[in-house]
């Protein structure tokens, strides 16, 4: 298979305003008679299901959750980024463009970044038009702060709930749509297969999670909004639901998976307190623009913090990287902190935390000004910990947090199924091998509000779509094959529980595939997860039926793909024979310890076309080209 990204011709700055010019326009009478299923309702699947219900399109919008306002979007906390420049200190759109692509460790393309850079602008306007409560400077313009990666103050936020309030506005415009009859919901359905007709993306099967019943919806596109799959590794910030299936039900009917291995580890989350947790609380990196992150020089120290005098403290970050300091991406604080800990100066009762600090800002612009900023992200750490992070330092350690990976998509965000979209997370495109901060609300939302719009409406204009009905061959064959999973699931009646077998893959995969990997790890990571998914379809116990509400039979389904996944990633990480971002291979390191990329055999998408069960998946490489950035050694010195 050759990967064509149809990327429009032109200079950088002008093709997305050039694919708008030249695109395929659907006749406003005739939207009516299309029908779009978005599956997801997070902030890219929201903010879709509204624009285009707007244009008059018929949708039908799917969600596991009881309301489309529980999606995990809710939980971002920091901020979304934008070029506006309110702050006059220097930024710009190519500026944002430089500091994503650079950030990525130049592993994502150039005109889905510098368009992602473009519309940024347009995303605040338009949240700031629907009511999104941005915090504002005396002045009454939005206020900004800055996060880990870039030199200027260029993120937007709501307190700590930005992701919270985007995700009300884009809700909002979505029900608006529901009022008015142009979006159908139907909340509490899983989709477990997609259905493809003569080499189109016409439909899905869903089960629904109440009742147990598999239902057909026929469509003339499918767009999947069903956010990134951290839960791979089970202890994760990701909410407990996040899952991979729906994209790796696609991913088995023909979409191709594109650089599974790159997996962001966040580095300013509360550390693990017990075997118990099923997941990780995320400290927002906002709190690195005035926390200094510190550990003891001395290994082993078991002080309390205040007892560790000002001379025996190692603000390593700001020591190794003067010019960013605390404020470099998340990949390098990340790294960094693993560092200091395996060294045996990590912090707490395990060990395994290192220290941010807000004495000093507290000092130099007292509680109110810090409270004012950050309360909730405080009042939320004292309830989890019981620590008052006003009198003591927090502590902190590296998570799961997204994935930059997931399904392939051209630059009209489509896969390699005709039909079939893939937007925010769910999609590979805009963060290469890592994710700056306040990012992803911005790729979800560009995704949402600006670009499935024209791009849906050019893929609607220039292809034929026949008429189909749910009772097509097709659909029958999907649901038989979706039932019979589930089916299977059930009759399995071993000892092990679901909740054991992804515990297992998650550590399997931590120890592996995580912060850092290694070529011989990574070859018995491979044959443990081929060892644990037999022992999943032989001895996994799942209780009850299918015909009623179970939790176990739909977490079941999800850690069967996860373990599927589980295996490429690795596989995917052992092929990248470099470090890059996120991709720490032990084997390809700097003299300083950082990530040495192999830029003649790697500048590339790696994607992987699914073969068949038990079949090695086919690597299909995108060649990446750079022709307004100078491929460099990333440094924040």
């Known amino acids: 298979m050759l990967l064509d990204a149809r990327i429009p011709s032109g200079p950088l700055a002008e093709k997305w305003n050039r694919f708008k010019d030249h695109s395929r326009l659907v006749n406003p009478s005739n939207k009516a008679r299309h029908t779009i299923l978005v599956v997801g309702t997070g902030l890219a699947g929201a903010s879709a299901a509204a624009t285009l219900a707007e244009q008059g399109y018929q949708i039908k919008s799917f969600c596991i959750q009881d309301s489309p306002r529980r999606a995990h979007s809710i939980a971002a906390q920091g901020g979304i980024n934008a070029a506006k420049n309110y702050p006059n200190d220097g930024d710009s759109v190519w500026r944002l463009f430089y500091d994503t692509i650079k950030g990525g460790d130049y592993r994502s393309r150039e005109a889905n970044v510098y368009r992602l850079a473009q519309i940024s602008n347009q995303i605040i306007d338009q949240c700031a038009a629907q009511g999104v409560p941005f915090a504002r400077e005396y002045s009454g313009l939005l206020a900004n702060r800055s996060f880990g990666g870039a030199q200027v103050s260029r993120t937007f936020y709501a307190r700590g709930q930005t992701g919270q309030q985007l995700l009300l506005g884009a809700y909002s415009a979505m029900m608006r749509q529901v009022a008015a009859g142009q979006i159908s919901l139907f909340p509490r359905r899983e989709l477990l297969d997609l259905v493809v007709i003569e080499g189109q993306a016409r439909g899905i099967v869903v089960r629904n999670l109440l009742t147990g019943e598999f239902e057909r919806y026929v469509g003339d596109a499918v767009i999947l909004a069903t956010g990134g799959y951290s839960n791979v590794y089970y202890l994760s910030t990701n909410g407990k639901n996040s899952n991979v299936t729906a994209a790796w039900r ?282 644990l998914k037999d022992e999943f379809w032989q001895n996994l116990r799942v209780p009850g039926n299918a015909d009623t509400l179970n939790k176990n039979l739909e977490f079941a389904g999800r850690v069967a793909d996860f373990i599927e996944l589980g295996e490429l990633m690795a596989h995917d990480a052992l092929a990248r024979e470099e470090s890059c971002g996120s991709h720490f291979r032990v084997e390809y390191q700097t003299a300083q310890g950082e990530a040495q990329r192999q830029d003649q055999q790697y500048s590339t998408v790696a994607a992987w076309q699914y073969e068949g069960d038990r079949q090695a998946h086919t690597l299909v490489s995108e060649d990446l080209s750079f022709e307004n950035v100078r491929l460099i050694q990333r440094s924040y010195k």
């Not at 509360?270 to 997941?279: H, L, R």
């Not at 390593?316 to 300091?325: D, K, Q, S």
């Not at 060294?343 to 810090?370: C, M, N, P, Q, S």
Request: charged share 25%; with cysteine; net charge negative.
């Open 250 to 531: 696609s991913h088995k009917r023909g979409a191709l998976f594109a650089n599974p291995c790159f997996t962001q580890i966040h580095p300013t989350c509360i550390p693990v307190a017990s075997e118990f947790q099923s997941k990780l609380t995320l400290m927002s990196e906002s709190l690195r623009n005035d926390g200094r992150i510190w550990v003891p020089k001395q290994a082993n120290d078991q002080r309390a913090a205040k007892a560790i005098p000002e001379d025996e403290r190692d603000y390593y970050l700001e020591t190794r990287y003067p010019t960013f300091g605390n404020l470099v991406p998340r990949d390098v604080a990340s790294r960094n902190a693993k560092q200091v800990i395996d060294e045996g100066r990590g912090v707490g009762a395990t060990g395994l935390a290192v220290y941010l600090d807000f004495r000093d800002a507290i000092a130099r612009e007292g509680k109110e000004a810090i409270a004012a900023r950050y309360g909730n992200l405080f009042e939320m750490y004292q309830r989890i910990t019981g620590e008052d992070p006003y009198d003591v330092p927090m502590r902190i350690y590296p998570a799961v947090h997204y994935t930059m990976g997931g399904l392939w998509v051209d630059y009209h965000l489509m896969t390699t199924v005709p039909g079939l979209f893939a937007i925010g997370e769910a999609n590979f495109s805009d963060h290469g091998a890592n994710r700056l901060g306040a990012s992803a609300l911005m790729q979800g939302l560009a995704d949402g509000y600006f670009i499935i719009p024209y791009t849906l409406s050019d893929y609607i204009a220039t292809n034929s779509i026949d008429p189909v009905e749910t009772s097509h061959d097709a659909f029958a064959e999907a649901e038989a094959s979706a039932y019979a999973r589930t089916l299977k699931l059930l009759s399995i009646k071993g000892d092990k529980t679901v909740l054991a077998f992804h515990q297992e893959l998650g550590q399997l995969l931590w120890n592996g595939v995580g912060m850092s990997r290694s070529r011989e790890g990574l070859k018995e990571t491979i044959e443990k997860v081929r060892s």
